[in-house]
């Protein structure tokens, strides 16, 4: 069975611009979470998507956001970067039976 | 919210000694315990879990102890080997919240 996919794997944007991240989770998954992973900060929840809605939302603002297709891809958008916004972006898929999450490869996102 | 400490942030022994990273967790209705190896460019992968309701688990050369009343888990890595170097990342997660809260990352450095 496939992993998780994430598109694409590295980024650069300068500040001011938006950004559109895509991940395909694995087959049969139904949730899918998105990470941010700094340095200084670690591993930090943004938000989750089941069947197309949000269920669970981090502490970020709203310059961040998401949404989950019907077949369970999701896309992170990012509007009006910072330079602070320079991460990892990583997301993880899981079933509903099991709390396991699965994690992509991420997504590297520098801005200048 | 859940909280979760992890010790050491940087750990390095010789090839063949053994390595253990502590967590501990504020919330007593955790329940789920997983345990991702991060190696560089890629994202977390899981190597072992525990739940609530089990003391200890092993795969091969790696363990895992949780202590409910203390609110403490530790992996235990025996027979080191320099592929083991990696960031290891503990997680806590409450049961029905299906989002962990993850520990800051241990980088071992297995020496050869």
């Known amino acids: 069975k496939a992993g998780v996919t994430q598109t694409p794997r590295y980024l650069i944007k300068t500040r001011g611009q938006q950004v559109t991240l895509s991940c395909s989770p694995i087959?049969?998954?139904?949730?899918v979470s998105w990470y941010q992973q700094t340095p200084g900060q670690g591993l930090q929840f943004l938000f989750e998507?089941?069947?197309?809605?949000?269920?669970n939302k981090g502490n970020f603002p709203g310059r961040f956001s998401g949404r989950q297709f019907s077949n369970s891809r999701s896309e992170m958008n990012v509007s009006t970067l910072e330079l602070g916004d320079s991460a990892l972006y990583l997301c993880?898929?899981?079933?509903?039976?099991?709390?396991?999450?699965?994690f992509g490869p991420g997504t590297r996102l520098l801005v200048l | 919210g859940e909280n979760v400490e992890q010790h050491p942030s940087t750990l390095s022994v010789q090839e063949g000694d053994s390595a253990v990273i502590k967590c501990t967790y504020s919330d007593s209705a955790s329940n789920y315990f997983p345990w991702y190896k991060q190696e560089l460019g890629k994202g977390p992968q899981l190597i072992i879990d525990i739940r609530s309701n089990v003391g200890e688990k092993k795969d091969q050369r790696i363990a895992v102890t949780l202590n409910k009343t203390a609110k403490h888990f530790s992996l235990h890595i025996t027979e080191t080997q320099p592929e083991d170097s990696a960031v290891y990342f503990c997680a806590a997660t409450a049961g029905g919240s299906y989002i962990p809260t993850f520990g800051r990352g241990t980088s071992l450095i297995v020496h050869p």
């Open positions: 993880a898929s899981s079933t509903p039976e099991e709390e396991t999450q699965y």
């Open positions: 998507y089941f069947s197309e809605t949000q269920r």
């Open positions: 087959s049969g998954h139904r949730s």
